[in-house]
């Protein structure tokens, strides 16, 4: 045998770094690191780990990868971990920092991509918990359709305090307004600051976090109860190590993610979105994360589904329980069980099975954590989609989240161009039953970052507002967010969205049941406005600037353009 026959070692992508008499360089560089000749010979595995001490969903991600590791060293292959970055949308509330939170989303991608294809890895493993480094990390696996699985990081346990249970992140955010009106003592709310995160994990109620990670479950990219399996368990270390051997069988089927990421996967995505009352962050994700599938779905498919499945899931903040209950009583498997007939659940997913299968050893689960089909929490989805003259392009609202009472909405506009002016207005007792919030410019170009306006909405819920009071904007809310709250309108206010041609005193109509979103001007006046109409442009960084140059609008999932 010649000497460049002996040097093949392997026919996976990554032969090209060790492969050949003039791969020597490479080769001595893996040799650097303890690697040995065998090692060349096996599937080489990333494990992309958003690991950080900023953040409690990716604290103990270190942890995590080790598990991981282990399971991919079982399994035959070679694990080599690598780090991105990860920010904490609770941590980056209420101020400036948030401009950067939705951004990181596509920073995280594109530092994925480089690393997985700058390495020509075989498969990787995508370690993550919270809002934007989930979906991030699921638009990566999505543009690289190689082998790949999810790990995420799990959902926090609940807090207890004062005979309060399933006290999450969200109900600490409306304490604040119940103590600003005297309904809680100073000396009750450090006990509940306290008490109410006891322990790592991403927040405990059903927000943008434990949404995503949902999904990841839902369109196949993590093993079964990955994504509500709480961060302190046992079990999602099991899992963890499980996911490092799966990923390695991956490689050696050929199972990559172009064949899990289809559209029909993406359509199961909304239809589990709409029965679990999810965030409405994950219009805007799944949205980004189909486009890098090349399997687009749009607002459309959004507003058709949620008028045929029903919201099932008895989940804070809406709801009563927190996500690890959900776990106990069968996590996504029981959910998907629930609307199996409205899914398609032959779609393909990590295990190298379809759906069908996975669910056939989970029992139908009917309670008051998932309520039964014959009795849903609301026969439409937890979603629904707004359209009108002052939302062209569309607007969403977490129609599970809304008290009846505010379904239909008239009220007067009181405009603000930033989310600080409209807190200060509420902290000082300027809004008024009847009136209609109009908090502009906060959109994907205009924020710039799309900031989310959970302060504000948390703030009118805790003294007791969200029957009297409505806020509209063309930012976005956390998933922790109820009450009558419209985001997402579309055209935002810098691209000339009718959003920014309102008034003080405008008469503003909010349909929920009817899917509208009206002001009572005719075209006439909308015109004359915009003849005088001039952008507001915040100043803003140098890595904001080049987001707003190429960020599309919120009903096109704030992606960035390409050239193609």
């Excluded at 650097?32 to 953040?55: H, Q, T, Y």
């Excluded at 079982?74 to 939705?102: K, N, V, W």
């Excluded at 050929?254 to 239809?271: H, M, Q, Y």
């Excluded at 207005?425 to 170009?445: F, M, Q, T």
Aim: with cysteine; aromatic share 4%; glycine share 10%.
């Amino acid at each position: 045998m010649s000497d460049k026959e002996e040097l093949r070692y392997k026919d996976e992508r990554s032969g090209i770094l060790v492969n050949g008499v003039g791969r020597s360089g490479n080769r001595a560089l893996l040799y650097s690191m303890g690697l040995e000749e065998d090692d060349f010979r096996k599937p080489m595995i990333g494990i992309a780990n958003s690991f950080s001490e900023l953040v409690p969903g990716h604290i103990h991600l270190r942890e995590l990868a080790r598990d991981v590791s282990d399971g991919i060293l079982e399994g035959g292959g070679i694990p080599r971990e690598f780090d991105t970055i990860a920010l904490c949308d609770g941590l980056c509330q209420g101020h400036c920092g948030m401009r950067y939170s939705l951004p990181s989303r596509e920073i995280i991608a594109d530092s994925v991509e480089a690393v997985v294809e700058g390495n020509q890895l075989d498969g990787v493993v995508l370690i993550a918990s919270c809002d934007k480094i989930v979906p991030g990390m699921m638009m990566a696996a999505a543009r690289l359709s190689i082998p790949a699985i999810v790990v995420t990081g799990g959902p926090m346990i609940a807090g207890k305090c004062n005979g309060r249970t399933n006290i999450c992140l969200s109900n600490l955010r409306e304490f604040v307004g119940e103590y600003q009106v005297g309904k809680m003592t100073y000396d009750e709310l450090r006990k509940m600051e306290m008490a109410s995160l006891p322990t790592v994990g991403s927040c405990s109620m059903f927000g943008t976090a434990n949404t995503m990670s949902a999904l990841a479950e839902v369109l196949g990219l993590t093993l079964p109860f990955m994504g509500t399996c709480p961060a302190v368990a046992s079990e999602k270390r099991r899992l963890a190590r499980a996911s490092g051997k799966r990923i390695v069988k991956m490689v050696k089927e050929g199972l990559s993610t172009d064949k899990i990421l289809t559209k029909e996967a993406f359509l199961n995505g909304i239809k589990a979105v709409m029965a679990l009352g999810a965030s409405t962050n994950s219009v805007l994700h799944l949205m980004a994360i189909s486009h890098e599938a090349h399997a687009d779905i749009t607002l459309d498919d959004f507003d058709r589904i949620s008028r045929q499945v029903p919201y099932l899931c008895n989940l804070r903040p809406s709801g009563a329980y927190a996500v690890d209950v959900l776990h106990d009583n069968g996590g996504i498997p029981a959910v998907l069980k629930a609307i199996q007939d409205k899914i398609d659940d032959s779609q393909i997913t990590v295990t190298g099975h379809s759906i069908k299968e996975v669910l056939e050893a989970q029992p139908l689960v009917e309670n008051d954590v998932i309520y039964p089909r014959s009795a849903p929490k609301n026969k439409q989805g937890g979603i629904a989609i707004l359209h009108g003259n002052l939302a062209p392009d569309g607007a969403v609202v977490k129609a599970s989240g809304v008290k009846p009472s505010m379904h239909q909405f008239t009220g007067k506009a009181r405009v603000f161009n930033s989310m600080e002016d409209s807190i200060t207005a509420i902290e000082n007792g300027e809004i008024h039953a009847g009136e209609v919030i109009v908090l502009r410019y906060e959109g994907p170009k205009g924020g710039p970052g799309m900031r989310e306006m959970f302060l504000v909405t948390a703030l009118l819920v805790g003294r007791g507002m969200d029957e009297s009071t409505a806020l509209i904007t063309d930012g976005r809310f956390s998933g922790s967010t109820r009450g009558p709250c419209i985001g997402h309108i579309s055209p935002e206010a810098a691209a000339g969205g009718p959003i920014g041609l309102i008034e003080d005193g405008d008469i503003i109509h909010i349909d929920i049941p009817n899917r509208s979103l009206t002001v009572d001007l005719s075209d006439e006046e909308l015109a004359a406005r915009r003849k005088h109409f001039t952008p507001v442009v915040k100043a803003t960084s140098p890595l904001l600037k080049k987001y707003s140059a190429l960020v599309s609008s919120a009903d096109k999932g704030a992606i960035l353009h390409t050239h193609d």
